[in-house]
């Protein structure tokens, strides 16, 4: 996390935003790349059970 205090990113506001409970509009223009980052990694799978999240969300098929 110690790149995410250079480029004054808050953390909590990137898992707020990820949770639901905030606006992109909310974040700067670094947290805003760190909340694309992090979402795609979730929405590609390549983070621990983002592909279950993802599928749990979407339901049954």
Excluded: C, Y
């Excluded at 990820?18 to 909340?35: F, I, V």
Aim: aromatic residues 4%.
């Amino acid at each position: 996390m110690a790149k995410a205090v250079k480029q004054n990113i808050d953390p909590e506001k990137i898992a707020a935003l990820l949770a639901g409970e905030m606006q992109t509009d909310e974040l700067t223009s670094h947290e805003k790349r760190a909340w694309l980052d992090r979402f795609t990694d979730i929405m590609g799978g390549t983070l621990p059970g983002g592909s279950d999240h993802f599928r749990r969300a979407r339901g049954p098929r």
